[in-house]
């Protein structure tokens, strides 16, 4: 007697190829390629797909609607703001319909805005969703219903690798798609500020032994003697094999005891960044920190916490 099909339900991990219209815009859709994999009942997609979902099994097929208020909510005219134009800096370019990511009202939010409207002197910001108010049509198809593993620890993995497979956020993690349009896709688990936690001195290592030989090796591969090097996420430990020797390394961190215990460090700031903005629409990526002002060989980012 061949098993009964496993039906959706919370808990499942569902495998799901779709496509998502607004309109006769295609929003997103997995045609070409992986499909995604997700836990239902868990709030990793929009509400409205996850309630169509309940009860249908692997191989079947639904399409559907899903209203604003199981998607990305409506329209709040009191998200418009219109911003002086020299907020911004003078030679950094805005155009009508670039989506923006800026700095939030703590110094470790970042907000999402699409440019609406571009004078001399203003510039008006949309600060809802971009799918805000819109209806979502979706096209799917169920590909594997199956119960959770049993979580297991994790390992340690050569990010230069795979960051060499993928455009760093659209780069895959065990195969699996980037989620950059479920309802949460952007919280972290905790969102208490991360300046609390920094506010003291944590003298602990935060990556074991393995990770460790990993990093050095990677810095080994990519540094060079007789390099200005400039380390983003600097702290009291960098890492760095002993036997290189730059002309200079800058540390850029969050708490100025611990770097003041890095001895190999020539120089280093706590200092936030002036602006941070990615657009999108062109992807690009466009970031200014003050401390960038000087010509360094070489600046990097190797594990952020």
């Given at each position: ?6 039906e ?5 991990v569902?495998?799901?190829?779709y496509k ?13 390629d ?12 929009i ?10 099994k692997?191989?079947?097929s ?8 199981n ?11 219109e ?50 108010g ?31 497979n ?13 989620d ?15 300046s ?10 935060h ?19 007789d ?7 600097s ?27 890095n ?5 280093h ?28 060989h ?6 952020s916490?």
């Amino acid at each position: 007697m061949e098993p009964k099909p496993i039906e959706i339900a919370d808990g499942m991990v569902v495998t799901l190829d779709y496509k998502m219209t607004a309109g006769d815009l295609v929003v997103d859709t997995t045609a070409e390629d992986d499909p995604i994999i997700f836990l239902q009942g868990h709030a990793k997609v929009i509400a409205g797909l996850e309630k169509a979902l309940y009860g249908l099994k692997a191989g079947e097929s639904k399409e559907f609607t899903v209203a604003p208020h199981n998607a990305y909510g409506f329209l709040d005219p009191e998200d418009i703001h219109e911003v002086p134009r020299e907020e911004f800096p003078e030679d950094f370019p805005i155009e009508q319909g670039m989506t923006l990511e800026l700095d939030g009202e703590e110094d470790e939010d970042l907000v999402m805005a699409t440019v609406l409207d571009v004078t001399a002197h203003t510039v008006t910001l949309d600060f809802n969703h971009p799918l805000a108010g819109k209806e979502l049509v979706f096209s799917s198809v169920i590909g594997k219903v199956a119960a959770k593993d049993t979580e297991r620890g994790g390992s340690s993995v050569d990010w230069m690798a795979e960051l060499a497979n993928g455009p760093g956020m659209q780069g895959r993690w065990q195969s699996h798609k980037t989620d950059f349009f479920s309802a949460d896709a952007f919280r972290r688990e905790d969102e208490t500020p991360d300046s609390r936690f920094y506010s003291e001195p944590r003298y602990v290592q935060h990556i074991d032994d393995t990770a460790i030989e990993i990093v050095k090796n990677t810095y080994d591969r990519f540094l060079k003697d007789d390099m200005d090097v400039l380390d983003l996420m600097s702290s009291w430990q960098s890492h760095i094999p002993s036997k290189l020797r730059f002309i200079k390394l800058t540390g850029l961190g969050l708490n100025g005891e611990e770097l003041d215990k890095n001895e190999i460090l020539d120089d280093h700031s706590t200092e936030t960044p002036s602006y941070y903005i990615c657009f999108f629409n062109s992807k690009m990526v466009h970031k200014t920190i003050d401390i960038i002002c000087e010509n360094f060989h070489s600046i990097f980012c190797i594990r952020s916490l």
